[in-house]
C-alpha cells in the first residue's frame, strides 16, 4: 500500500503534542526573563526568512532532534555492552 505524503501545510498531525509540554513551552517562549527574548529573537528572525511550510519542516526537524537527543536514549546507549570487534552495530 502506497503512503500519501503529509502536507506540512497543515491537515493531519504526525506529532502528538503533549499539553503540559505545550503549555511550558508558551510560557519560556512568551514569559520566561531569560528564554523569552533570546526565543522570541529567534522567532522573528525565522519567521522573516523562512516560508509557514520551510518554518514546519524545521518544527518537525527540531522536533526529531530532540527526540534523537533524549537524555533518556543517551543513557540507554551508555548502559549497552560494546560491540565485539569486527561486529557491525545495528
Same mark, same amino acid.
Given at each position: 500500500?502506497?503512503?500519501?505524503? +503529509?502536507? @506540512?501545510?497543515? =491537515?493531519?498531525? %504526525?506529532?502528538? +503534542?503533549?499539553? $503540559?509540554q ?16 533570546? +526565543? $522570541? ?7 522573516? =526568512?523562512?516560508? !509557514?511550510?520551510? @518554518?514546519?519542516? @524545521?518544527?518537525? %526537524? @527540531? +522536533? $526529531? !532532534?530532540?527526540?534523537?537527543?533524549s537524555?533518556?536514549r543517551?543513557?540507554? !546507549? ?11 552495530? $545495528?
Amino acid at each position: 500500500m502506497a503512503r500519501n505524503p +503529509i502536507p @506540512l501545510l497543515g =491537515g493531519k498531525s %504526525v506529532h502528538c +503534542i503533549n499539553e $503540559q509540554q505545550m503549555a511550558e513551552a508558551w510560557r519560556l517562549a512568551e514569559e520566561d526573563p531569560n528564554s523569552s527574548p533570546k +526565543i $522570541q529573537a529567534s522567532l522573528k528572525e525565522l519567521e522573516a =526568512g523562512l516560508s !509557514r511550510n520551510e @518554518l514546519a519542516a @524545521l518544527a518537525f %526537524v @527540531l +522536533i $526529531q !532532534r530532540l527526540k534523537s537527543s533524549s537524555p533518556f536514549r543517551a543513557a540507554a !546507549r551508555q548502559a549497552r555492552p560494546p560491540h565485539p570487534a569486527g561486529s557491525k552495530a $545495528q
